[in-house]
């Protein structure tokens, strides 16, 4: 059943041109694609000037304390991430579409107030960012109502996904073009491995790290550089080559990187991949057996006492059902 909220919201046109949001600011950027050249010679100044900028693409500072102060609810939060990770696995996505559609959620979660911080308000808000990420980044986006997959609890109207991104473009100041880790981990990779040989590999596990943990209300706390130096010190963690390297270093590989944050970034890294890791932890065999055993032991039995009161319950009845009856016939033949 399609539903319409386009009444709920009363400024959303804008009066922007959207041509705006493919010219923007031309801010340097480092592709997150696996590539085997060496990188540019100024690469390092313009990996600077992001650093620089990248305040501006994320939520104010305090957007974290709302969630601890519970003004914003942290789990609504993450149940619509997860919703867009879905959808990113169900269309192949590209990792940066993932990462934008949360940064822009996020972005107008702590700039609007909605008419609620739970339930369709923010289906609605997920489905507007994704789409609009999908049409920054991939090459086919799907229409609207194909974008609406994988539990989605509602059902939107073209037309109001489309009022919705135009509040998310204005609330964006149409800067769709967002800092993310993901404009770092190349770079960063490279100062891991300045030959190039696992620099494919560390940027691919750093990608996957970067989405296993987008859900964290924890990481709004760091930056996208910060976030991007830690998960590549996680992504080189799980390489034996690179078990000497140690977190504090990272700072040395571009002015602007705090020491202090990336080792407590990459501490939260590591401590949720463990949490990860325990949960998924099977029961031991042998008392997987025992208990199959003692089950099975205990289903017979109960089978067969269900089986043995079921067939006393029937012979019970059937003596109830026949001396009922001879009852009647020796009654008549009395009468008679």
Known sequence: MSVSYSDCFSDLLCGE???????????PECSSENESQQPPDDLEELITGLI????EYVP????????????????????SIAWILKVQRYYGFQPLTTYLSVNYFD?????RRLPQTTGWPLQLLSVACLSLAAKMEESLAPSLLDLQVEGAK?????????????LVLNTLDWRLRSITPFSFISFFAYKVDPTGTYTGSLVSRASEIILSHVQEASFLEYSPSCIAAATILSAAGDLPIFSFLNPQYAESWCDGLHREKIISCHQL???????????KTPKSLPQLRIMSRMSVSYSESSSSSSSSTSSSS?????????????WTDDDKGNSE
Do not use: W
């Open 52 to 55: 620089e900028h990248e305040k």
């Open 107 to 111: 972005r107008v979660l702590y700039s």
């Open 154 to 166: 509602y059902i939107f109207e073209p037309r109001t996904i489309s009022r919705m991104e135009f």
């Open 314 to 326: 029937c012979s019970s009845c059937k003596r109830r059902r026949l001396d009922n009856y001879l």
């Open 269 to 279: 890294v590591q401590q949720i991949m463990i949490n990860n890791r325990s949960r």
């Open 60 to 79: 104010g500072m305090d957007y974290l304390d709302r969630f601890q102060s519970q003004s914003l609810d942290a789990s609504a939060r993450a149940e």
């Open 17 to 27: 041109d959207s041509g705006t949001i493919f010219s923007g600011d031309d801010l």
